[in-house]
Each structure stands twice: as structure tokens, then as C-alpha cells.
């Protein structure tokens, strides 16, 4: 609730950019967490209130992570809930997030427009390739171990001139992990990924109620590992 008011509250003045950070991501992680609690009057609501917000910054990877993270929700839910009074909460779990996204979304339609216009995604397109060449063109030593913690953010400072020496980091775990540690940070990566669908399929397999929050969560990690990076902080 506090995320969403200050975002909302955030992006609603009139100095603040479309694209703005505030607090998408934060909101889009709390989402699964809320929809594994216990069942409330105002749970909906929050939901609604939390993709506005969302979708009031911009944040494309956000909006995406919100989509289809939501759709994943309600496909496992389904599977779960093999129902019709179960159909009928998706659908209007759907209608709702749906109805929001539109109002929102033709609210503040130029500030959209304007940021789905790039389709750079804000020059990682350039850094991604240079990131993957440098580590391609490697010591066979670096291609298994890469280049060191933070090593990201040493090398796009030289690449960019940054007076401090430190740059961007990857934006991209897979290229964050590849080029601070080789083929060791692809594997430990790959097996993050393995261990949580296995959670998953047991979830389903024991039919535990949170299991839609573990689909839901996962599609987030899984989207926001390759166009964000959240498992190596920015610094």
C-alpha cells in the first residue's frame, strides 16, 4: 500500500520523467506475496492500486513482468483450481487488472507511446552485444571464471570514459553473472532457474494454494534475469 501511494503520488508530479524507477519493482515482487495471503475484502483492491502504479512509471520491464506474470498466475490457478467458480475469479481477477491497465495506460498515452518508441531498450541493445563480444573474444580462463565481481561496471566505465572508472552495470543477470564469472555464474544461474520449477511442479504435484504465487514470482525472476538485473545489486 505505501509503495503503490508513494509511486503513484511520485509520478503523478509534474517534474517526474516517464520511465522513473520509483517503486515498479518492488510492487511488481509484493504482487505474489499479496496474492498468497490469506484472502481479504481489500486484497483487490491492492492489486489494482499496485498496477496502476506500476504502469504509471513506464517502466517497461515492469509493465511486461506485470503482465505476464499475471496471466501465469491465473493459468496456474486454473490448473489447480479446475473449476468453474475458479474460471470465474480469473476472469475477474483478468477484467480488473485489464480494465485498470486501460484506464491507466490511456491516461498517460503520449508518455507511453513516446518510451515504446525506443527500440534500443534505452541502449543496453549496444552494451549487451559489446558486453558478449568481450567475453566471447576471452582467455579461456575468463570464458569458464570471467572477469571478477563488478567486473561489468569496470569495463563499461573504460569503454563509456566515466570520470570515476565505474559504469553501468549489465542490466541483464546472464551477462552480469557470464562476464563477472564465466560459464560457473551461466551454470549456478541455470540451476536457480532449475530449482525453482521444481518447487513449482511439487507445488502442483502436493496442490498447495501458494502454488500461483510461485508461477507468478518465477515469471517475473524469469523475465527480469534477462532485461534487468535484481540477483547482483547496481553497484
Known sequence: LLGAVFTIYFMTRADTEA????SAYLLAWCLPL?????????????????????????????MMALGFSSIAYALAYLRLN?????????????????????????????????????????????MYAMLLE???????????????????QRYTGMMYGSEDDRGPYAHSDWLQLMHDFGL???????????????LIRRGFRLRNP?????????????????YSGHLLGPT
Open 184 to 198: 560457473v555464474g551461466i551454470v549456478l544461474l541455470a540451476w536457480l532457474h532449475a530449482a525453482f520449477l521444481a
Open 34 to 62: 499479496l496474492l498468497a495471503a490469506e484472502k481479504s475484502r481489500g486484497r483487490s483492491a491492492l492489486v489494482a492500486l499496485a498496477a496502476a502504479a506500476i504502469l504509471l512509471t513506464v517502466k517497461r520491464g515492469a
Open 19 to 22: 520511465g522513473q524507477n520509483a
Open 210 to 226: 501458494v502454488t500461483p504465487s510461485l508461477a507468478m514470482g518465477y515469471t517475473i525472476l524469469f523475465l527480469v534475469n534477462i
Open 82 to 126: 479446475g473449476s468453474p467458480r475458479a474460471l470465474a475469479r480469473v476472469v475477474g481477477f483478468l477484467l480488473v487488472l485489464g480494465a485498470v491497465s486501460l484506464g491507466v495506460l490511456a491516461s498517460n498515452w503520449d508518455a507511453v507511446k513516446t518510451r515504446f518508441e525506443d527500440t534500443s531498450g534505452s541502449g543496453r541493445d549496444n
Open 134 to 152: 568481450h567475453w566471447r573474444k576471452a582467455e579461456p580462463q575468463n570464458l569458464v571464471f570471467g572477469f571478477g565481481i563488478n567486473s561489468v
